[in-house]
């Protein structure tokens, strides 16, 4: 059984998921390198049995479940960091807290064509995409053992992936990750100064300075943070004020598939197709932060390493101004 | 002139630092990999004028400065990441904050051997270069335009390591890192319920419990923690309450070099050498933090990349319990 434990000092919570650990020895590889490419992919169509049962498909000519003809599929993670069954164990030993690694951990397989990377399918099918992330939220939301759904996408080697075939992840906690828990205490203190959302501030005052931004539509804005951690950082917000990722409108899904692709493909042209990570930040389920929390994608390229000046502090080195990293991005031809 | 921005939301100050950047394509190799092996390493004795003038350096024959005969010798790092001149030019632009990147940027080398990594040095060489951070943070401490001292080394390329030579870095701050503001925090709010120190708590339950004990002498703990970020993740802190690093008392920097060495033989040992980072997590010059936080080093080998899920959350997955960890490393034969 997976275990989540918090560190007492600064309250952050870890999975300790040992059970693909063995000897030291194991770890002398990196895990978390591409597997070797076997004759078979587990998320191509026809191979469906090579992947847990599915929880969700898209299946426009009504094929039967775990068979070919979906265009979006959703599967539990076959080496899930955390467990569906049990109860949560919550105890404290001396100091320290720990509970029962409890979670959701699936998979978004989100193209039938193995050879397709998500900035290569059209807006239309980015759409059916962002549905299932809805539509999994939806329905994770209703185990009230849950309160934060992470939901994440490692694209290439380097970026953390190990299956090539084009997939995002989802991770369903019983806790909320401290990062958040950051981002909403400091949207909780703005709002309280000054009864105003700091992100729709930000977007107000993106939209007026313009060196920033990336690309935006109706509904979006593509931009470079001001205080990026990487080079070429972008955020993904909405214009409107909105807390909860799931609540959106379907034009909003329309219109932020069309910016995601357009975003991706901008990162592409200028950077000659990276390895990358987005990341999906919205509200926890149970805290009340519609007034000043804002959802948002961060999308972040991976040129770099971290070392330990970065571990250490989470202080960050970036050799690119954003209002830079926004020109080349916005003005790529694509 | 590097910047420092501070992100509105949760208040991380990031540095920008663009001197050796130029076109996106400067970032698609990987900056920090290792540089090609020159005949002439800037390190080494008798390449001294490869360096900047040294500001520091141990020279038992006394031999005539920037030049060999030293046995630790601390430069200012020739593509430093802040400057040490100019003022603060602190302002608001808007929303957001930003200041000059004013700084000290220096590299400690370790050793006149190009060949000995920082575990193969004597212990009583290990001191020696314990007591080069010291002096320079005495020193640098001195400049009340700096807050914090960030001591750290990266060991290896797949920690961030340019050149092969060992040598760890030193970079003072004007501004206090958020993940050490986060410790200290903690700390104080245990403090303030307790009338503790959290590490001083810690320390008596692991002495107690010695299931994640490493190693142990009379003045140090070297421990895997309860809740690590990552396999194999050390801790090594000083028995006794001391908030300031450079205050240890000259038997403390013995029996410190004696067990920091101990560590890196047995990481060395189970993990077959692997690259890794160790932080200097100390208190910051002008809070006052004495009763409540407690100094301490984080030595974490580099054995897997992390992804997207730890980016996004801070949030981290871990294959190994810290009680196997600590049994492996302290039942290895050294």
């Known amino acids: 059984m997976p275990e989540l434990r918090r560190d007492p000092i600064v309250g952050r919570w870890v999975i300790i998921s040992t059970e693909r650990a063995g000897r030291p020895r194991d770890f002398l590889e990196d895990t978390h390198a591409r597997q070797p490419v076997a004759d078979i992919c587990p998320f191509c169509p026809g191979q469906e049995r090579l992947t847990p049962r599915e929880v969700l498909a898209y299946r426009p000519q ?10 979006v599929r959703v599967v539990p993670n076959k080496f899930p960091a955390l467990q569906v069954e049990g109860d949560m164990g919550r105890e404290g030993i001396g100091l320290y807290d720990r509970m029962n690694g409890i979670g959701a951990h699936e998979v978004i397989i989100e193209t039938p064509d193995h050879k397709a990377a998500l900035a290569d399918v059209p807006p239309k099918h980015v759409e059916d995409i962002l549905w299932a992330y809805r539509d999994r939220m939806v329905d994770l939301k209703r185990d009230l053992r849950f309160r934060f759904i992470l939901i994440f996408k490692n694209h290439g080697a380097a970026a ?5 075939h084009s997939h995002s992840q989802l991770i369903a906690l019983p806790v909320v990750p401290t990062s958040v828990l950051d981002e909403i205490e400091g949207c909780r203190n703005h709002f309280q100064q000054k009864e105003r959302c700091i992100y729709c501030d930000i977007i107000r005052q993106e939209l007026t300075d313009r060196v920033r931004i990336v690309a935006d539509n109706s509904e979006f804005i593509v931009m470079t943070p001001f205080a990026p951690r ?17 609540e959106s409108q379907k034009t909003q899904f329309e219109l932020l598939a069309r910016i995601l692709a357009e975003a991706l493909k901008r990162m592409d042209k200028v950077l000659s197709r990276p390895a990358y990570n987005f990341i999906l930040h919205t509200s926890p389920f149970h805290e009340k932060t519609g ?19 970065e571990w250490g502090t989470g202080f960050y080195i970036n050799p690119v101004t954003p209002e830079e990293a926004a020109k080349f991005l916005r003005e790529a031809e694509i």
Chains 1, 2 share one sequence.
């Open 160 to 164: 953390g992936a190990t299956l090539e």
């Open 291 to 309: 007034d000043y929390y804002h959802w948002h994608v961060e999308l972040i390229p991976k040129l770099t390493q971290v070392a330990g000046f």
């Open 230 to 246: 990487f080079a070429f950082e972008m955020w993904i917000l909405p214009k409107r004020h909105a807390a909860y990722f799931e």
């Open 62 to 71: 009504e094929s039967p479940p775990n068979s070919p003809g979906w265009t």
